[in-house]
């Protein structure tokens, strides 16, 4: 085993080592850290990451560089493609140890996911500092087995399921992007009641066709909505056509960057529960109707959707139960009682720890001197 962590000179640069990839809610949060890094300890932050080209797209956005390596997942896979993951790992765990030793990082950092197993374990090998950061109400595989090695386990909920080792554990909240973290930039009139429509960047077919199915349901308040639906590429025609066939003013898109700012817009957000959308949320006071996507690991989005709903800041529907019916019951309600849409924002508000990526960092400032 060949340790160089301890060797690290005072006046090597302040490296730091993030692995994050698969999903946009690894990677986001992992983003959101890497700014931080850079901009409160002028740290030099690379990432490790998948293949996926669209991982490699957003890193190019944000204009931080990468590696990437051949790591596959073990969950929510056929047993066949989970054994040959496992008969590869040690081949990733090499690969993920010689990219750390060519950075020489001060600090490694896993966000969680599938490449966050082989470039944790290459890094304690080596002797680095190792923390990993769980966004879910469960933590998944890798950050099971990895928070028995970590030097820090870095939670987004102030209690999760499944943690090794709850006394070198940190409730530092979930990373967001400073876009979600900035005050509004004019307050948000009582009308239009604008809701925002969402299903993650492939959008979600199934919330896309019951937000339809709801606007038969809202003729008495047609003339006084406002949606902008991200209906992903492929519902997309059927999606516009819909609000046009119903004469309800929409903005539909296919995607768009630009969450944040329709956050800011919206009184309602119907979704997904992912931990991403959740923190956004909340650091907003904004409130969801969270439809927990139904293959979700060891039913995690269910699990962060009830802390939201437990603490008064959201609404949970079942993606079986969810019904067209119902999304027009809910937005009725909270357009005629403004006072329990006001009460629910402040709940929502106050689950926020927008500042979570300073806490992390700043709980990491003494690997970084």
């Known amino acids: 085993m060949t340790h160089f962590g301890a060797a690290i000179r005072a006046d090597q640069p302040r490296r730091v080592m993030i692995a994050a990839g698969g999903t946009g809610g690894h990677l986001y949060p992992g983003?959101?850290?890497?700014?931080?890094?850079?901009?409160?300890?002028?740290?030099?932050?690379s990432f490790i990451t998948t293949p996926k080209p669209v991982t490699q797209e957003i890193l190019r956005q944000y204009d931080f560089p990468w590696q990437t390596l051949d790591a596959r997942a073990l969950q929510g896979t056929s047993w066949w493609r989970r054994l040959w993951s496992l008969l590869r790992l040690p081949g990733?765990?090499?690969?993920?140890?010689?990219?750390?030793?060519?950075?020489?990082?001060?600090?490694?950092?896993?966000?969680?996911?599938?490449?966050?197993?082989?470039?944790?374990?290459?890094?304690?090998?080596l002797g680095l500092p190792l923390v990993i950061h769980e966004q879910n109400a469960v933590l998944g595989a890798a950050n099971r087995y990895l928070g028995r090695l970590a030097d820090i386990i870095f939670l987004s909920f102030p209690e999760s399921e499944g943690n090794p080792a709850p006394e070198r554990s940190v409730w530092s909240g979930n990373p967001i992007r400073p876009e979600f973290c900035a005050p509004p930039?004019?307050?948000?009139p009582r009308e239009p009641f604008t809701i925002l429509i969402m299903g993650g960047s492939q959008g979600a077919h199934h919330l896309n066709m019951q937000m339809l199915a709801a606007l038969p349901w809202l003729t008495s308040l047609r003339d006084r909505l406002h949606c902008i639906h991200l209906s992903g590429a492929a519902d997309l025609v059927a999606v516009a056509e819909g609000y046009q066939a119903a004469g309800v003013s929409a903005q539909v898109l296919?995607?768009?960057?630009?969450?944040?700012?329709?956050?800011?817009?919206?009184?309602?957000?119907?979704c997904?529960?992912?931990?991403?959308?959740?923190?956004?949320?909340?650091?907003?006071?904004?409130?969801?109707?969270?439809v927990p996507y139904p293959f979700a690991a060891?039913?995690?989005?269910?699990?962060?959707?009830?802390?939201?709903?437990?603490?008064?800041?959201?609404?949970?529907?079942?993606?079986?139960?969810?019904?067209?019916?119902?999304?027009?019951?809910?937005?009725?309600?909270?357009?005629?009682?403004?006072?329990?849409?006001?009460?629910?924002?402040?709940?929502?508000r106050a689950l926020g720890r927008p500042q979570a990526a300073a806490i992390?960092?700043?709980?990491?400032k003494k690997y970084l001197s």
């Open 298 to 348: 060891n039913q995690h989005q269910e699990k962060n959707a009830a802390y939201a709903v437990r603490a008064g800041a959201a609404f949970l529907i079942l993606n079986q139960e969810l019904t067209g019916e119902k999304i027009a019951a809910m937005i009725e309600q909270l357009f005629h009682h403004p006072e329990q849409l006001q009460h629910m924002e402040e709940n929502s």
């Open 254 to 270: 296919a995607f768009s960057p630009q969450v944040g700012d329709f956050m800011h817009q919206a009184h309602l957000v119907l």
């Open 185 to 188: 930039p004019t307050p948000r």
């Open 360 to 364: 992390i960092a700043s709980e990491c």
């Open 92 to 125: 990733s765990i090499w690969q993920a140890g010689r990219i750390l030793r060519q950075s020489r990082p001060r600090l490694v950092v896993g966000m969680g996911g599938y490449i966050s197993g082989p470039v944790g374990v290459a890094a304690k090998r």
């Open 31 to 45: 983003i959101a850290l890497a700014q931080e890094f850079r901009r409160g300890y002028n740290a030099e932050v």
């Open 272 to 290: 997904r529960a992912g931990a991403s959308t959740l923190a956004e949320l909340t650091a907003l006071g904004r409130v969801g109707i969270l």
